[in-house]
């Protein structure tokens, strides 16, 4: 299975860290004061939530974001897409609460998720989340921190803790089955990533729809982490494209993260 190509992050996307961390860390904040507070919410298609903290974090971030550096290009979950967008060497890629539905019900896993892309890679990317009193942040070739300390994927030992879609689990082969524990679901993907980086989680599922500002951010500081992201040819997602959705994806490492990887090929034979 093939390791996706790193490319190391220019000085230009070191100097956005600090930019996507302190308006990540305000837009937690913005949105903390409706976390537990019966926000006004609204369905998106029939079947997502959206709520006024979401459109509230997101209008910071884009109007802080894009005042530092306008020009970017800017691609949310809560904002109607630009195609102008692409035709800027940089994007800012948004989720101003990844996990809205369980934000809504009190669970306290849900995360800011910035990031800034360049030619499909994540350069710099930052989960904030405020109700686990966490921050995530990554550099290409600088490593994974939560709150300022260096985190790696955890070695697999003789269980591992795996996450995802009960269909997918149950297509993985007979002989790891038994070495399989369930984790508790967690509605935020982008925190998901961040447990496996983080040594909490050995791997997940990502079922198919997720959308750029799902991932972007969390894609690197798994990689950075010694994890990876991948589709079904073992390759990397690349981000702010013209299509920002994506079909099944499999993250961990080692061993097990090849497992996954098979099961998900699987699905299209």
Not at 114 to 137: H, K, N, Q, S
Not at 191 to 210: C, E, Q, S
Request: aromatic content about 6%; overall charge negative.
């Amino acid at each position: 299975m093939p390791e996706p190509e790193l490319t190391a992050a220019s000085s230009g996307a070191i100097g956005d860290l600090p930019l996507l961390r302190d308006a990540a860390r305000e837009a937690g904040l913005i949105a903390m004061q409706y976390f537990g507070n019966s926000p006004q919410v609204w369905m998106k298609g029939g079947t997502s939530p959206v709520s006024e903290a979401d459109h509230a974090a997101d209008a910071y971030l884009r109007r802080t974001l894009l005042a530092a550096r306008p020009d970017y290009g800017w691609l949310s979950e809560e904002t109607v897409d630009d195609p102008a967008r692409l035709s800027a060497r940089r994007t800012f890629v948004v989720d101003p609460i990844d996990g809205t539905r369980g934000f809504l019900e009190g669970q306290r896993t849900w995360c800011v998720s910035v990031a800034v892309v360049e030619a499909g890679r994540t350069l710099a990317g930052v989960l904030e989340c405020p109700a686990m009193d966490e921050t995530y942040w990554a550099l290409p070739g600088q490593g994974a921190f939560r709150n300022g300390k260096r985190i790696g994927v955890r070695t697999l030992g003789d269980k591992a803790e795996i996450s995802g879609l009960k269909q997918l689990i149950e297509l993985v082969p007979a002989g790891w089955q038994k070495r399989l524990v369930r984790a508790p679901y967690s509605p935020s993907l982008a925190y998901r990533l961040a447990m496996i980086a983080n040594g909490a989680l050995d791997a997940t599922f990502v079922k198919p729809n997720a959308h750029d500002w799902d991932i972007a951010a969390a894609d690197l500081i798994l990689r950075e982490a010694g994890g990876l992201l991948l589709d079904p040819l073992g390759r990397a997602p690349l981000y702010a494209g013209e299509v920002t959705r994506h079909g099944a994806l499999a993250a961990g490492s080692g061993e097990l993260l090849g497992v996954l990887v098979d099961v998900i090929a699987g699905l299209d034979a």
